[in-house]
């Protein structure tokens, strides 16, 4: 089994604009939660760190104060910037994984083996569903009775697919 290399940053949100004049500007995150990556203390934007000087969550959205960024001029030229973290950064439970690590993945059925790529993933109100593409398209939810194990460095996700599926 191979080891895959992962990035050393991950891409996290979108400064999707400025609030009010004193350069604070509005996040959309990409990731688990706003307060998620509220616990972060600098971003990366365009290979460039940023130290965050604080953060506060509204709604799913996350504001935040970067350092450098004083007025609503400069909080501009980030608009539409896409947020990056340190891996290193970020500290997961034993277990977890971030989705970006497993896109492109082999996906290997319990008993009958290689059934395609991790491709992409669905966020629907019943849960994350996996976008496997194969011979055929499967749709897998993202519950431990379909997704048995994620091994994130070998780029292997195990499933057990049922009829239908």
Known sequence: MAIRKLSEYLECGEIVNTHGIKGEVKISPWCDS???????RRFFVDGREIKVVSTRVQGQ????????IDDINAAMTLKGKKLFI??????????AYFLSDIIGAEVRDEEIGVVGMLED???????RVFVVRGETEHLIP????FVRKVDVEAGVVTVKLIEGM
């Open 142 to 145: 993202d519950v431990p009775e």
């Open 34 to 40: 706003p307060a998620f990556l509220s616990r972060f």
């Open 86 to 95: 340190a891996r290193d950064d970020a500290k997961l439970e034993d277990g």
């Open 121 to 127: 993933f669905l966020e629907l109100p019943a849960g």
């Open 61 to 68: 959205m996350l504001f935040a104060r970067l350092d450098g």
